[in-house]
């Protein structure tokens, strides 16, 4: 399947980007115009872009069926602030309420049900429930187009961040299992942060790995490692030796091929990374 813009709607494109760029981190923001009005609006275009100065950006995108704005983009140009809150499953279907469009000048936060406390450095009130709430100004609104379906980057410098107490872990970091974070995908799913979703990945930060194209062929052009599992194997920073292989003790000949790389596998499962090695070598040198 190919997917050509020039060639396809602004909605068809619009809900492929959002089916596949996923998942996406969820910004409700609250905002006030000139007269002091509130208003509040999940936003799905949003990631963070720097920590010097600290840089979050989120895009109100012009409605798709009418070409109208939303009163977040209004407000922030009228009034430059913002505060930024981090969803989590508590809030989660409040949030999605909020996203209920309401007329101008109607408060989404009685709407939702949320508890609006006083920011310290922006007129905008924050979420009490919000687990992180980001103060923000508003240093530049960049329109990427004036169509349906044209988003508009607010660059955003933060100035203050709330974090719930009781998502932080003993040594004050936070713990993404307690954060418990909502994410958007496609049409009406969420997704949400669970213990079986979670896993590590051993960053190459202080070494270098030696790479996949290192690894001795026969492992490379195996028909039972994947991609992942050599991509692990090649973030060693180097192979044994021959003349350490053959010093190893305990490590059976396995004649058939597909059956190493399968044991080899398991140990990678189990986080064994040096000895799937060893074995995959040991049985190439000494085999």
Known sequence: MKITA?????????????????????????TTNSNGDVNLSPFSFFNAFSANPPILIFSPSRRVRDNTTKHTLENVIEHPECVIHLVNFDIVEQMSLSSTEYDKGVNEFKKAGF?????DLVSAPRIKE??????????EVKALGDQGGAGNLVICEVLTIHIDDTILDQQGNVDSLKLDIVSRLGGNWYSRTVPEALFEISKPLQSKGIGIDQLPEAI????????????????????????????LEGIAIIKNTD???????????????????ELLLYNLFMG
């Open 220 to 247: 490379r052009k195996s028909t039972i490692l994947t991609g992942n599992d050599l991509a692990r194997l090649g973030n060693v920073e180097k192979l044994p030796s021959k003349e350490e292989i053959t010093l």
């Open 259 to 277: 059956e190493l790389h399968k044991q080899a596998k398991e140990l990678l499962l189990l986080d064994k990374t040096q000895k799937a090695l």
């Open 115 to 119: 508890t609006a406390l006083k920011s």
């Open 130 to 139: 919000a687990p992180v709430a980001f103060e923000c100004k508003v240093i």
């Open 6 to 30: 020039k060639e396809h709607g602004v909605a068809d494109i619009f809900k492929y980007i959002i089916s596949t760029v996923t998942p996406r981190p969820i910004a409700l923001v609250s």
